[in-house]
């Protein structure tokens, strides 16, 4: 987990700052904590603290789940005065609190999204209603590992989120490929938002990447999603070669003189298991091993301004 200060070697704005960020954290925590309690539903308090819901009243009920909120809150986002908290650096440095949290990126705090006006390459994957009831939402959508609601949808997103449907939330047999790619040349497109930070355009664009040409077709097997773009690399271009493809033996031999010694145990053991494989691979067509930038579309999020 990234430290966001160094708290043993603070500049003398964050120092003069510090009694003051503590007590602005606490409170913001309270009150995030607060406004998520009056958002739940008595059934979410419940399973929230696993306890048969006779055990307790009202007011027992919904004391335990502020504590539980506010513990939630610290292991995700760091303590008052921890390093590790992405908010209570902000505050160190001057800067005003969001009127809400933001949404996650990967598990941190995502202030760009709601900061800045860029467009932003984003991980899209099904939502489930919850970890408790692992069926298919067709309300909410997965962002870099966060649930956003879905407010519109073209009809082709609807179509993609109906090939979802169609396979119960499980994976996309191969047998489907060519219906998902049907479906992503007329273009889905998504309307979504975050509690409290307005409406973003999910589309699909185009993103450039760099790895060996053995990769860009869509991987054997299943993708795991409609969305699985790491698989199903749609409408690839390879836009440059930037070098041609060692034989795997003598790929081999240079990363062994090149690799720290810590490291070799794992490249021996990835040698026994597809060295012989990569040989013949490389037997059938050399040029699968060349390294390459290619181009291919993949689903982007960018804030739709308040105009329209």
């Known amino acids: 987990m990234p430290m966001f200060f160094d708290s043993q070697n603070l500049t003398p704005e964050q120092k003069s700052r510090w009694d003051f960020a503590i007590r602005q954290y606490e409170r913001i925590q309270i009150d995030n904590a607060q406004r998520q309690l009056k958002a739940m539903s008595h059934e979410e308090k419940v399973m929230r603290i696993g306890v048969d819901e006779v055990d307790l009243d009202d007011k027992c009920l919904d004391d335990l789940v502020f504590e539980s909120l506010l513990d939630m809150q610290t292991l995700l986002g760091g303590g008052v005065g921890d390093p590790k908290s992405a908010l209570f650096s902000r505050l160190l440095d001057g800067k005003k609190p969001l009127r809400v949290p933001p949404p996650r990126s990967f598990s941190y705090p995502w202030y760009r999204i709601v900061e800045e006006s860029g467009v932003f390459h984003v991980m899209v994957e099904p939502s489930l209603v919850s970890f408790r009831n692992p069926v298919l939402s067709v309300n909410d959508i997965s ?59 999910l589309h699909l664009g185009r993103k450039d990447g760099k790895c060996l040409k053995r990769y860009l077709p869509r991987l ?89």
Request: charged residues 25%; aromatic residues 10%; hydrophobic residues 40%.
């Open 143 to 201: 962002i870099n590992q966060c649930n956003w609601s879905i407010l519109s949808a073209n009809a082709t997103a609807k179509a993609l989120m109906d090939l979802q449907l169609k396979v119960n939330g499980g994976v996309i047999p191969i047998s489907l490929i060519r219906e998902l790619e049907a479906i992503y040349a007329e273009r889905p497109e998504f309307v979504v938002t975050f509690s409290g930070i307005g409406e973003y355009r």
């Open 220 to 308: 054997g097997g299943e993708l795991r999603s409609v969305f699985d773009t790491i698989s199903f690399k749609y409408n690839t271009h390879i836009d440059k070669v930037l070098s041609v493809g060692e034989h795997p033996l003598i790929a081999y031999d240079n990363a062994r003189v090149n690799l720290p010694d810590h490291d070799l145990s794992l490249l021996i053991s990835h040698q026994r298991e597809n060295l012989q494989e990569d040989i013949a691979l490389f037997e059938q067509d050399a040029s699968l091993f060349d390294s390459v930038e290619y181009s291919c579309d993949d689903w982007f999020l960018v804030k739709v301004p308040e105009d329209g």
